[in-house]
């Protein structure tokens, strides 16, 4: 595939029909489902480096716009969790209530850290003038689907709202959602009063999201397209305090194949513009909305996921992403990455991930980075989506001087590395959902 093509939408497009043709794409659910019961997640764990003894927890990855391969090489923790339950049901409608909290270390302690609310939404399902569909008001999460070795929801469409979901519409169905995202006013304290109250209104960047997304499509045996689209409106004046604001849209398609070695296969196609190209390597929300249309980004990528044995499991991912700006100039991230996971009983795993990283910049040099992970784990089963995993880890990171400084700038625990081109870091993690 040459470059002229990749920089247009229509090609990109072909290329997912291209791909729809020779049958790749997920089997897996792309939108989140909130059952009734306590559910959650958890990811937590202790390590350190060979580079400072006893120091904290070496990481390997280039930041930006880039995600870093993850096993082994998380050095942060993470839980989510919370409660959904059915509180009224109307004839064929029955009324679900979900609140989850979350809280987020950037090291190995959670300590005091903030605990916030990731979800607080209701929903009404089976409604008969939706055709079953179901309509909702709230906070929640919204077709989200990942990359799991990259850690990379490639779309997210979470925040505050309200939607109709999965309507019935010809061969698909139909979802449409509202949010309002940044929704925070920010005010100058400096000229308020000492008894509390603002200063003078600066102004916010709030904005105003649309999602569309057409769905599970049946276009191939065991095979589905989703279409999803987001308009995003940049609220306020167009020149205030933040300066002015701007519009933005996205579009991407996503084709999943079922039944593919005891697995499944997603391709997909991401295009966005201004705001549209959403948060780091999200695309979904809003980005900033001082981001004009000079700013673009276009990604494709293909991620596998197959169990052609009980005890063997693999997930495969390929990945190549062009942002583009007058300001910043371009830069081509592309990523290639494996994980086998062999079970040598039940209960007992041998867990391996090789994942290599290349950053094109307009004007600079070209930054790689390779990382490799051998890592035991104690299982609740022989699959590759067995959770809890209790896992030993040792992994070993390789760049180029380019990429130093970066390697540096996005490591958890400081530039350990100083001016070396290589590094080891060890520990142990637990990674469970429920």
């Known amino acids: 595939m040459n470059r002229t093509a990749m920089k247009s939408l229509p090609a990109a497009l072909t290329l997912a029909l291209l791909a729809i043709a020779s049958g790749s794409a997920m089997a897996d659910p792309m939108y989140p489902t909130d059952s009734e019961g306590f559910h959650g997640y958890l990811r937590a764990g202790a390590g350190s480096n060979t580079s400072s003894d006893g120091g904290s927890q070496g990481c390997f990855g280039l930041g930006g716009n880039t995600m870093k391969y993850r096993l082994g090489n998380e050095c942060d923790a993470y839980t989510e969790f919370g409660y959904t339950k059915a509180i009224a049901k109307s004839g064929d409608v029955t009324y679900m209530a979900t609140?989850?909290?979350?809280?987020?270390?950037p090291n190995s302690d959670f300590g005091d850290n903030?605990?916030?609310?990731?979800?607080?939404?209701?929903?009404?399902?089976g409604l008969d003038f939706l055709n079953g569909g179901t309509a909702w008001v709230g906070k929640r999460f919204y077709y989200r689907p990942d990359i799991h070795m990259l850690d990379l929801q490639y779309i997210n469409m979470n925040g505050t709202g309200a939607g109709l979901d999965r309507i019935p519409a010809g061969p698909g169905k139909f979802s449409y959602a509202f949010f309002k995202d940044n929704d925070?006013?920010?005010?100058?304290?400096?000229?308020?009063?000492?008894s509390g109250t603002p200063g003078v209104y600066l102004g916010n960047r709030s904005a105003v999201r649309q999602n569309f997304i057409y769905g599970e499509i049946p276009v191939n045996t065991n095979g589905t397209l989703d279409l999803a689209?987001?308009?995003?409106?940049?609220?306020?004046?167009d020149n205030d305090f933040f300066g002015k604001k701007n519009n933005g849209w996205q579009l991407s398609a996503f084709h999943r194949q079922g039944k593919v070695y005891g697995g499944g296969n997603t391709f997909g196609v991401q295009y966005g513009?201004?705001?549209?190209?959403?948060n780091g390597a999200q695309f979904g929300a809003?980005?900033?909305?001082?981001?004009?249309s000079d700013v673009k980004r276009t990604r494709v990528f293909n991620d596998m996921a197959i169990q052609p044995m009980e005890n063997f499991g693999m997930e495969l991912v390929a990945?190549?992403?062009?942002?583009?700006?007058k300001a910043a100039g371009s830069s081509t991230w592309t990523s290639v990455g494996v994980r086998p996971v062999y079970a040598f009983t039940n209960n007992l795993k041998l867990i391996g991930e090789l994942g290599t990283d290349r950053v094109t910049q307009s004007g600079g040099p070209t930054k790689r980075l390779t990382k490799i992970t051998i890592a035991p784990a104690i299982s609740a089963g022989p699959g590759l989506w067995s959770r809890p995993e209790l896992r030993a880890?040792?992994?070993?990171?390789?760049?180029n001087d380019a990429a130093t400084a970066s390697v540096n700038a996005s490591n958890n625990g400081g530039p350990i590395y100083n001016n070396n081109t290589s590094g080891t870091s060890y520990g142990f993690q637990v990674e469970a959902w429920f």
């Not at 925070?184 to 000492?194: H, L, M, P, Y």
């Not at 990945?319 to 700006?325: A, C, P, Y």
């Open 114 to 125: 903030k605990v916030g609310i990731v979800k607080a939404y209701v929903e009404a399902q």
């Open 393 to 399: 880890f040792v992994s070993y990171g390789k760049w």
């Open 273 to 278: 513009v201004g705001p549209g190209t959403g």
């Open 286 to 292: 809003s980005g900033s909305t001082s981001l004009g």
């Open 184 to 194: 925070i006013a920010q005010f100058d304290d400096a000229q308020g009063s000492k």
């Open 99 to 105: 609140v989850w909290v979350n809280a987020y270390a």
């Open 229 to 237: 689209a987001t308009y995003i409106i940049g609220e306020g004046k």
């Open 319 to 325: 990945l190549w992403q062009k942002d583009e700006s």
